[in-house]
């Protein structure tokens, strides 16, 4: 079956601008994860939706930086007024379960969107 | 708060040879742990995980223990090969929290 799908791939932006990243998880699953990935780092945590709520947003890195996810299934993540220390990929994930308790089920990766800021 | 810290990279071996990739972590409760592996230009994939302390994950000739006494996941391969050549990290999800902590990759490159 389809996989996470990120749009778009690449993104160009001039600093200050304001950006929306999109992930369409696999069909049926009620969690959804966005992550930021640096160069030479590994992804962190940005925000984690149990169906249309967010359940965690503690990564969020400040109130430039905001995510939706209206019906359940698709998410945007929403970037304002972005600095070029925003530059990075950004990664979605979903999983079938992903509450409480369910911390053993697989997230599937999506393939990631390139922001750079110039 | 969780933590993952992965040997440092990059690793070159040659083909066959034996592959240790160290990952101690630091969480409470009893976390779950993975290994994901990022091939050239594709995404993230899962290689193998375990959920308790004392389990096994393996897949694709690739193993790893949880040890709780040691808060230690190593990745192991007894004979790489070309085609592993990738990024290698290392994760934990804590329990009754939805999100992974990575550790910040281990990149390894296979000769022929």
């Known amino acids: 079956g389809a996989g996470v799908s990120q749009t778009p791939s690449n993104k160009v932006t001039e600093k200050g601008k304001y950006v929306e990243l999109r992930c369409d998880p696999i069909?049926?699953?009620?969690?959804l994860y966005w992550y930021r990935q640096s160069l030479g780092q590994g992804p962190e945590f940005l925000i984690y939706?149990?169906?249309?709520?967010?359940?965690?947003d503690s990564g969020l890195p400040n109130d430039r930086f905001f995510a939706v996810r209206p019906e359940g299934s698709v998410s945007t993540l929403k970037i304002q007024r972005t600095e070029r220390g925003d530059s990075a990929v950004y990664l979605c994930?979903?999983?079938?379960?992903?509450?409480?308790?369910?911390?053993?089920?697989?997230?599937?990766f999506g393939p990631g969107t390139r922001l750079t800021v110039l | 708060g969780n933590s993952v810290t992965q040997m440092e990279g990059p690793v070159t071996l040659s083909e066959e040879a034996f592959l240790t990739i160290n990952c101690t972590y630091t969480a409470t409760g009893y976390p779950s742990l993975f290994w994901y592996v990022q091939y050239p230009g594709e995404g993230l994939q899962l290689l193998l995980k375990a959920t308790k302390a004392d389990d096994k994950g393996s897949n694709k000739g690739f193993e790893a223990t949880y040890r709780k006494e040691t808060t230690s996941f190593h990745l192991e391969k007894g004979s790489v090969q070309v085609s592993d050549s990738a990024v290698y990290f290392c994760a934990l999800r804590g329990t009754n929290a939805g999100k992974s902590t990575f550790g910040d990759g281990t990149t390894l490159t296979v000769k022929p």
């Open positions: 994930a979903s999983s079938l379960k992903g509450a409480s308790g369910s911390y053993t089920d697989t997230q599937y």
């Open positions: 939706f149990q169906g249309t709520g967010a359940a965690d």
């Open positions: 069909s049926g699953h009620t969690a």
